[in-house]
């Protein structure tokens, strides 16, 4: 059997297409929150990090995609960086209007750079596992597993860990457990760059229990490449703001959230919805930014106390 | 039962004996001095280190700026606490804040820069500003390089008041970009003591602020309060 092919990408790209292709998907955001690197020359570090994490090699991949059309600006310019060091790179655009033509074809030039379709059965398991994607999610909801455990979970869906016999493992071992669902918190934009949030929010009495970018991973999926571009051309994050917008408003009333929490990453151009999703969703909220990665700052930790108490006092 | 603000600069107790509110202020590292004979489950604790101090029940600064303004403004739909090491403007109607804790240049520690340079004492800053006939404009919105600009402006010839009252004004107008619209604004913190600053966001804002005599002690009051 030959040696799978390990891809990075930087952001969602359909893991159903890169299994497909017989490839291993790598999600290069997920080595980030536990990384003690620096890096030089840089405005977000998410982007920084793992361009240079790529480019020194000190990840073994054979070649990168780059989400550049429907994420995020820094990744356009960082991918680059990395492909001028050697690394074959592919660039994926989502359409921002959402057109499913756009993004088949779109899906048709990855499938070119990763070798062509060798496994048309893996999308349909990928489509199995996302509904236990979706269970979890809804367990979390209900507090019957903990949050840091949903989002560990959740997150994973980008890549399903490079192995779906692993993720499906690691979804059977999530322990059940009786969770405090007071101060029922979302937490949209970016995931936090601080690997233990979760955990922080639920010691300090917030229970988060809705992620938004974990919640698209297990959202969309499909069976063969037409499928792929009908369901993930309505990627939230792809789409103008208003559609993201009420997409939210329907997944936190569904929910009956009581706040939420939006996470901003230092010079990331996500920081400038913040005031119209503040004028959008009908929600105290609370905006928190991060810069490098690590434990939750004693900054940040004050933010979501006083939350909290915020919560309590309406 | 007292109220315990152990803040990034100072520490301020404050109790409630026959109605009237007795308070004690020292360095945050003479914070212990302030709790001797003191159960710890007489104490509800406040500010940044809320809970590294003994204390029966804590509350972030946010809440208990919260209460304490209460005491003395019910109406106050706007509260600015200018901290030593940052500061917080909490909107009370619409339940919101936000803390400004990565740029000096709106908090506390600015004006000590200014003061330090000087060779003066931070109380000081708002007699200067009261002598000043011109105000120089200081555009920096960053601490250490309105430091340099504020050399440049002394060098052009602005006497030191007037530079000083140039540094309050690039203060205040940091400050002012984290203010909400508002009815009743109240500004408390050790900062609020200097009247030039407060005079400068008076002129900024356009607006009448409330200050508590003693705006210290605010926190540490609303400590107390939010408990009993």
Redesign the interface.
Request: proline content about 8%.
């Given at each position: 059997m030959p040696v799978q092919k390990k891809i990075a990408i930087t952001a969602l790209v359909p893991p159903e297409l890169i299994f497909a292709c017989s490839c291993e998907p790598f999600d290069v955001n997920n080595v980030i929150p536990g990384s003690k690197k620096y890096p030089r020359n840089k405005l977000c570090a998410w982007t920084a990090i793992w361009q240079e994490m790529l480019s020194k090699r000190e990840i073994n991949i054979d070649s990168l995609i780059v989400v550049a059309g429907g994420d995020c600006h820094n990744a356009l310019v960082d991918g680059q960086k990395v492909s001028m060091s050697g690394i074959p790179t592919h660039f994926f655009f989502y359409p921002f209007d959402g057109d499913p033509d756009y993004l088949e074809s779109q899906l048709y030039k990855l499938s070119d750079f990763l070798g062509n379709i060798v496994s048309p059965e893996k999308p349909g398991q990928i489509r199995e596992l996302k509904k236990l994607g979706r269970k979890i999610d809804k367990e979390r909801a209900d507090g019957k597993i903990s949050s840091s455990d949903a989002f560990r979970i959740m997150i994973s869906f980008s890549d399903l860990m490079g192995d779906l016999d692993k993720c499906r493992e690691a979804i059977s071992s999530v322990k059940k457990q009786k969770i405090d669902l007071h101060n029922r918190v979302a937490l949209i934009g970016v995931p936090p760059i601080f690997h233990d949030f979760h955990d922080v929010a639920q010691s300090l009495g917030l229970a988060v229990i809705f992620d938004e970018l974990p919640f698209e991973f297990i959202s969309h999926s499909g069976t063969d490449i037409h499928e792929i571009a009908c369901d993930y051309c309505d990627y939230t994050f792809a789409r103008p703001l208003d559609f993201r917008i009420k997409f939210l408003q329907e997944e936190l009333e569904k929910r009956k959230v009581e706040g939420v929490i939006h996470y901003t990453q230092f010079a990331c151009h996500h920081m400038l919805e913040d005031d119209i999703l503040r004028s959008k969703l009908d929600y105290?909220?609370l905006?928190i930014q991060g810069d490098l990665p690590g434990n939750t700052p004693e900054?940040i930790k004050?933010?979501l106390?006083?939350f909290r108490?915020?919560l309590e006092?309406? | 039962m007292i109220g315990l603000d152990v803040g990034s600069t100072t520490a301020k107790k404050v109790s409630i004996e026959d109605g009237e509110i007795k308070y004690q202020i020292t360095g945050t590292h003479n914070w212990k001095d302030l709790v001797t004979g003191i159960d710890g489950n007489d104490i509800i604790s406040t500010g940044y280190f809320r809970n590294l101090v003994p204390h029966r029940a804590s509350v972030t600064e946010i809440t208990a700026a919260i209460y304490g303004v209460r005491h003395y403004f019910p109406d106050a739909d706007v509260i600015v606490d200018i901290g030593g090491q940052d500061t917080k403007v909490i909107d009370v109607k619409k339940n919101n804040f936000i803390i400004n804790d990565k740029c000096s240049a709106g908090t506390g520690a600015f004006l000590e820069f200014v003061a330090n340079y000087f060779k003066i004492e931070l109380k000081e800053l708002g007699s200067f500003h009261s002598r000043a006939k011109r105000i120089p404009a200081i555009n920096n919105t960053c601490g250490v390089f309105a430091l340099s600009e504020m050399i440049s402006q002394l060098v052009a010839g602005y006497a030191q008041e007037e530079v000083i009252a140039g540094m309050h004004y690039a203060f205040a107008r940091r400050i002012s970009f984290m203010i909400p619209e508002a009815q009743n604004l109240v500004l408390i913190g050790g900062t609020v003591k200097n009247k030039g600053m407060l005079s400068a966001l008076k002129d900024i804002l356009q607006k009448e602020i409330l200050a508590p005599d003693e705006p210290q002690i605010v926190n540490a009051l609303g400590a107390l309060k939010y408990y009993c």
């Open positions: 105290p909220m905006t900054q004050l933010r106390e006083a108490e915020a006092r309406s | -």
